[in-house]
């Protein structure tokens, strides 16, 4: 039913002028253009920044920009505010606390110990924020207010939202991450996500069936794999982490 829409979106795309059929290049799953719209979007948002007729987010760079601002405001970016920023947590953290389902005020976060990455406060302002774990408890933490949440409303993965938030700062003027920058983490494969979820399985905490994605479910189980251990409970699943489960199970 999805894709069946999406097609219809497509052909409208196509018999208003935007493109021809030769040039509208996508990815496997029908995102297009620079801005990777699927068509659907593309009817709800996308513009002719430069008035030629046409709104084009393959070659235009006009139209692109203004496509993707036009979505994004109208996904709930507030221009006054950031997305987000690299902190520095107590060592103590609850890793409770972390991953977007927990939401508290700047001035709550103060108290439990969060700092800017160069150990200056967290600003006075009266919004909330969530704490994000990219690389685990061993990579660089991040706090993440609404325009970060704006941002996955495009894309849902976590690393995509950092990378997108943290280039448009350093655009801006901005300079590297300041934390962790020795952590250099063996990237998992398919493979072994799958084999990560049979042992955790297989030790009595349920991850569903094994499918080689670290989704919500999966995390979850980790995460109380890793209190039971009185490990830090980041959910972050790992190699170090794969091969403990796989000497005990």
Do not use: C
């Amino acid at each position: 039913d999805f894709f069946r829409e999406q097609l219809i979106h497509a052909l409208i795309i196509l018999e208003e002028g935007h493109i021809e059929p030769e040039a509208m290049a996508g990815s496997w799953a029908g995102a297009m253009g620079q801005l990777q719209f699927i068509p659907s979007t593309f009817t709800g948002y996308a513009v002719d920044y430069n008035k030629d007729g046409r709104k084009d987010i393959w070659s235009n760079l006009p139209d692109g920009f203004g496509a993707a601002a036009n979505f994004l405001s109208a996904s709930g970016w507030d221009g006054d505010r950031t997305w987000g920023r690299e902190v520095l947590v107590p060592a103590e953290l609850d890793w409770e606390l972390t991953g977007l389902s927990v939401r508290k005020a700047l001035d709550e976060w103060q108290a439990i110990g969060v700092r800017r990455a160069d150990g200056r406060p967290l600003p006075k302002v009266d919004i909330e924020g969530s704490l994000v774990l990219p690389a685990g408890h061993r990579g660089p933490v991040f706090m993440v207010y609404q325009n970060f949440r704006t941002i996955m409303v495009w894309n849902r993965s976590l690393l995509y939202a950092l990378a997108v938030g943290h280039l448009a700062d350093r655009i801006a003027g901005g300079g590297s991450l300041l934390t962790n920058q020795d952590y250099i983490e063996e990237p998992m494969t398919r493979a072994d996500i799958e084999e990560l979820q049979r042992a955790l399985n297989a030790l009595g905490f349920d991850t569903g069936k094994p499918d080689g994605l670290a989704g919500r479910k999966t995390r979850a189980a980790l995460k109380e794999f890793q209190k039971e251990r009185g490990q830090p409970a980041d959910g972050h699943p790992n190699l170090l982490i794969l091969r403990e489960l796989q000497n005990e199970s």
